[in-house]
Nanobody, 127 residues
Framework: QARLVESGGGSVPAGGSLRLSCVASGYTDSAYRDRCWNWFRQVSGKERERVASINSGGIISYVDSVKGRFTISKDNAKRTLFLQMNSLKPEDTGMYYC??????????????????WGQGTQVTVSS
């Protein structure tokens, strides 16, 4: 079965940076490459929010609150998804999850509500 493992979370002061990674195992080259990859985050008591996504053609989207500060990227050969987070704010605090679309070749990643999920990595930004 496919497995997604996030890492890179931690505690940083406001204005700091973190780089999250998501290593995927159990995927062939085509199975990894030909789908949307996403980062979500969740704060206790609130619904999970899609932060960033990249589709099979390399088209990237971000939630408005992180535009200009976060960068999503992936290395298909390494089966690894990244989220570079700069200029972090306290409101960025939350559990960050890697998520793979269950459907291949989707153009609009936000249209999917069916994902494979990692276990999450905690990001805490102090004032």
């Amino acid at each position: 079965q496919a497995r997604l493992v996030e890492s890179g979370g931690g505690s940083v002061p406001a204005g700091g940076s973190l780089r999250l990674s998501c290593v995927a195992s159990g995927y062939t080259d085509s199975a990894y490459r030909d789908r949307c990859w996403n980062w979500f985050r969740q704060v206790s008591g609130k619904e999970r929010e899609r932060v960033a996504s990249i589709n099979s053609g390399g088209i990237i989207s971000y939630v408005d609150s992180v535009k200009g500060r976060f960068t999503i990227s992936k290395d298909n050969a390494k089966r690894t998804l990244f989220l570079q987070m700069n200029s972090l704010k306290p409101e960025d605090t939350g559990m960050y999850y890697c998520a793979a679309d269950r459907v291949h070749w989707r153009v609009d990643c936000s249209a999917s509500e069916d994902h494979y999920w990692g276990q999450g990595t905690q990001v805490t930004v102090s004032s």
